[in-house]
């Protein structure tokens, strides 16, 4: 009896789960559509990226971005590896919300991408967040796959990017030596990812090597404030570096064109 009470019970979490995560991924569509449809945004100074840069460095922006995002997906593996209980609730949460982004912008048409989405169901995620930790931890594993595959799909994605827009690899190295940094850390201060990246990045962007707030709110709130002004300094030396060539080669030409005019009169 108590054997069947579990399974029913078992079985119960995990539809509970699916069906949790349906309907946030519909909700999340609709919403998404209702954003892109909406003629305030399409029409807002505020919400074109061009009003505030170049559309130089947004190319570097978008680079930065698939580099990014793997970063994110071996964070999110490590915790559902190696399960740190410390902050596992936002991690869980962030899980969630990862895991719907990937499945709103792909399509799911062949049989492989409808195993590839049975795979992005974070099942131990969203019981965890209802249930407790420890239940169906096993079902990560699974998970994990789908963010493996991500992992190789978006390093493609930005090696493709990278060629088609001339741009340079020179970021991979930098990514290389962050993810080193990051996992050694890991192993030699024995901390959680969290904690890590927080160290590293710290010590990256500036003199500290301490591990900016106490609970993990407060770590992504020094992970956001150290990267976002690393990456706005990099983008506003763009930025000014693109303004310098465009105004010298904009009056090289007035010159030029003032040249033409002048020998003309005298013809």
């Known amino acids: 009896m108590m054997d069947n009470s579990f399974l029913m019970y078992s079985t119960f979490q995990l539809l509970a789960a699916a069906a949790i995560f349906v309907i946030l991924v519909y909700m999340a ?4 559509n209702k954003l892109k449809s909406s003629s305030f945004l399409k ?6 990226p061009l009003e505030y840069f170049p559309s130089e460095p947004l190319f570097y922006l978008e680079q930065v971005f698939y580099i990014v995002i793997i970063l994110i997906f071996i964070l999110i593996i490590l915790y559902l590896t190696f399960n740190w209980t410390k902050g ?3 991690i869980f949460a962030f899980d969630i919300l990862i895991s719907i982004y990937l499945c709103i912008n792909r399509s799911w048409d062949s049989l492989s991408d409808k195993v590839l989405l049975f795979l992005l169901i974070p099942f131990a995620s ?5 249930f407790g930790h420890d239940v169906f931890s096993f079902l990560s594993l699974f998970h994990i796959l789908g963010y493996l595959y991500f992992i190789q799909y978006y390093y493609r994605e930005f090696l493709k990017y990278t060629e088609s827009n001339g741009l340079g690899l020179s970021i991979i190295v930098t990514f290389s030596i962050l993810l080193v940094s990051f996992l050694f850390t890991i192993l030699a201060e024995g901390v959680s990812p969290m904690d890590s990246m927080t160290m590293v990045s710290n010590a990256f962007t500036s003199n ?4 900016s707030g106490k609970i993990m709110i407060g770590k ?6 150290a990267w976002g002004g690393f990456i706005l300094s990099i983008v506003g030396t763009a930025t ?3 303004s310098i060539v465009m105004g010298y080669v ?3 030409f007035k010159d030029m064109k003032d040249f033409v005019k002048k020998n003309k009169e005298e013809k």
């Open 208 to 211: 500290s090597f301490d591990a």
């Open 220 to 225: 992504v709130n020094s992970l956001v404030l």
């Open 126 to 130: 969203i019981t965890g967040i209802l």
């Open 29 to 32: 569509k609709f919403l998404r």
């Open 240 to 242: 000014l570096a693109v």
């Open 88 to 90: 596992a609730t936002f």
């Open 43 to 48: 029409n807002s100074r505020f919400a074109n």
């Open 250 to 252: 904009s009056q090289e």
